[in-house]
């Protein structure tokens, strides 16, 4: 079987939701992606066709995902494209999903603080100085924040801040 793997830049244009599937979870949400070109003629920046897919995350993935991400964030995904075929009002429909496998802030558009994800039960220190020392009572909730902003909004401590701004908790 032929499956596609792909990347894409684009950004969240639905409320990400969270269901359960049997045992699973699947986060999914909506991603708009396209092209800016400069029209030679013109020097006018255009905006190009759009590519509009669902994106579905699994099982870990959705775990670490659900609630870190809102409409409006920048993102790349990473993932398996499928065209999914339904009917509706008798007539035969397509749609674009990805299963996501990777998922990350564009840092492009935005300012983000990250730390690295801990095996369960262990929790270490993972910033420059003292990086994989077990984590003090006080360095918890330090490591765990994780703050995004758009790059052209105002400074960090006036900018709304996004879901990936959410502590993060592994």
Known sequence: MNETHTTVRG???????????????VFSF??????????????????GGTLYFSANCWGRLAQRASGRLVKGDGVIVQGRLLTNEYEKDGRLQRDLEMRVTALGPDLSRMDVTMRRAQAEGSATASDGEGAGRPLESGDAEDAMEIGSRDADDAPAEESAVSGFAEAVRV
């Open 30 to 47: 909506r991603v708009a992606s396209n092209t800016r070109y400069q029209d030679r003629d013109t020097g006018e920046w255009k905006t």
């Open 11 to 25: 950004t969240v244009i639905t409320d990400p939701t969270t269901r359960r599937v049997g045992e699973d979870s």
